[in-house]
């Protein structure tokens, strides 16, 4: 399908209650292309009271979807899996026109967001509980689970499809209805998921979907109704702060999937090929704008150099275009402020003492492009050593001893994702159980599985998405004693 077509062929409108409806007073807004900075289209933009609608169908599907077998609901599951595979070219060109990234970025998120459909409707038949004898012998002990409820996700804009699928999948299978708020930035994604669902037979009210420019006034009053049990959310973590702030009021179930700052440390008896291609993986994947992406990186000094003159060759291949353009390796970043904000911590680290090796300045023109860039020697001072860049700049530290190595990746308030590349197996467990980080990758650069647990510690959040532990977010456990 052209580019035309496709987006005139997604309903730019809410989708509340299994139909496609216009916002209160027709209200809407635009949707840019960021290689362009030139509107794609308009969508509908939600008000409170739209928001009061997605929830009172969520409300009243609840009970039922609840109550459909956990067979019905991995099947719909797995059909919504082979659709979104069936339909990968059209949600790939779809994503890169909202977002930006290389097409071929785009086709891999497919793959790895359709995962996690497949994986939670085998999930969805494998919700367990136990019965026991009470050690008393007094009883028997019966623990079963039950779905949360309605469920608010909030979901951010670089990962247009996997973090909504990432969130749908086990709330679907766990049995709860799901109102999902798509980051403004990249709504066509959901909007077309929200049809594919519908064509797979998901009934009506189960899924809703409201595109807005007004987050926090459509979320705010969801957060505030009582029918509403859960709320799951992946973005910044100061965002994130505030809606734990706010969903204390009623203690709502809360997952958050929040900042990082990941390390990616290279110890001097890694294999420097391997680690290099690894820090591509890393730091380069989706244009460096993700939270798992190597954010700083901690190079032994025995094999720095070595290491550092491989980076730049590899980062110098990284052709800058449009998404849509076969031959680009790395897309625009995804607005005028992202752009600025890259070149503010790279022009910080220069002002303090680092040397550009790679890159460094943004070309200008139309869109918001900027290039793979390579910082060297940068100091201890440098912001982009504790901010997360979200763009395709790599600092290059160095370090003596393990400990230092060790020391330097901890140095942050965040703990979401972190990397190590060594060739001694017991280096690598005893500097993985060292790190502070909810996910450690072992001379990996891509660690992202449906089947695996995502999460955070410390200020990058809490919860777990994907693997068996992911349906947990989504299910209460009862206890119920038996005589």
């Known amino acids: 399908m052209d580019q035309r077509a496709l987006i005139e062929s997604i309903p730019a409108k809410l989708w509340i209650g299994g139909k496609a409806v216009d916002a209160e007073g027709g209200k809407t807004f635009a949707v840019n292309d960021p290689a362009t900075g030139k509107p794609l289209t308009e969508v509908a933009d939600a008000s409170p009271a739209d928001a009061m609608k997605a929830l009172d169908a969520a409300a009243a599907a609840q009970k039922s979807w609840a109550a459909t077998p956990p067979r019905e609901r991995s099947e719909i599951l797995r059909a919504a899996f082979e659709k979104v595979t069936e339909r990968a070219d059209d949600i790939a060109l779809l994503m890169t026109l909202e977002m930006g990234k290389a097409l071929a970025e785009s086709k891999a998120e497919v793959k790895y967001g359709a995962e996690f459909f497949r994986w939670f409707a085998e999930e969805a038949v494998r919700i367990g509980g136990r019965y026991t004898p009470a050690p008393a012998g007094n009883g028997r002990i019966l623990v079963t689970k039950a779905p949360v409820g309605p469920v608010l996700a909030i979901t951010p804009w670089n990962f247009p499809l996997a973090m909504g699928t990432r969130k749908i999948g086990p709330a679907l299978a766990a049995g709860c209805t799901i109102v999902v708020k798509p980051a403004r930035e990249t709504p066509l994604t959901m909007l077309l998921l929200a049809q594919i669902f519908d064509e797979v037979g998901l009934p009506e009210g189960v899924l809703s979907v409201l595109t807005t420019s007004k987050s926090g006034d459509v979320t705010g009053p969801l957060l505030e109704d009582s029918r509403l049990r859960k709320l799951t959310f992946t973005g910044s973590t100061g965002v994130?702060?505030?809606?734990?702030?706010?969903?204390?009021?009623?203690?709502?179930?809360?997952?958050?999937?929040?900042?990082?700052?990941?390390?990616?440390?290279?110890f001097d008896d890694a294999n420097i090929d391997d680690a290099v291609e690894g820090a591509m993986l890393a730091k380069m994947r989706n244009g460096g704008e993700a939270c798992t992406a190597a954010n700083r990186l901690h190079v032994h000094n025995s094999v720095r150099e070595e290491f550092t003159t491989k980076l730049v060759a590899k980062m110098s291949e990284m052709k800058l275009g449009p998404g849509v353009d076969p031959d680009t390796k790395l897309g625009p970043l995804i607005n005028a402020d992202q752009l600025e904000t890259v070149q503010e911590l790279v022009d910080d680290a220069v002002a303090h003492g680092a040397s550009v090796a790679l890159g460094g300045e943004a070309p200008g023109g139309d869109g918001y492009f900027y290039p793979a860039t390579v910082l060297t020697d940068v100091p201890s001072s440098a912001r982009i050593l504790k901010e997360e860049v979200f763009g395709p700049v790599a600092p290059i530290v160095g370090f003596d001893t393990e400990q230092e190595g060790i020391d330097a990746a901890n140095n942050t308030e965040y703990g979401l994702a972190s990397y190590i590349y060594t060739e001694n197996l017991d280096r690598a467990l005893r500097v993985a159980d060292a790190i502070d980080s909810g996910m450690v990758g072992v001379n990996r650069g891509v660690i992202s599985d449906a089947a695996a647990p995502f999460g955070g510690v410390k200020e990058s959040g809490f919860g777990r998405e994907g693997g068996s532990e992911g349906i947990e977010e989504y299910l209460e456990t009862k206890y119920i004693a038996l005589k």
């Open 240 to 266: 994130g702060k505030s809606l734990v702030e706010k969903s204390a009021t009623r203690l709502l179930r809360t997952s958050m999937e929040l900042g990082g700052n990941a390390p990616f440390v290279v």
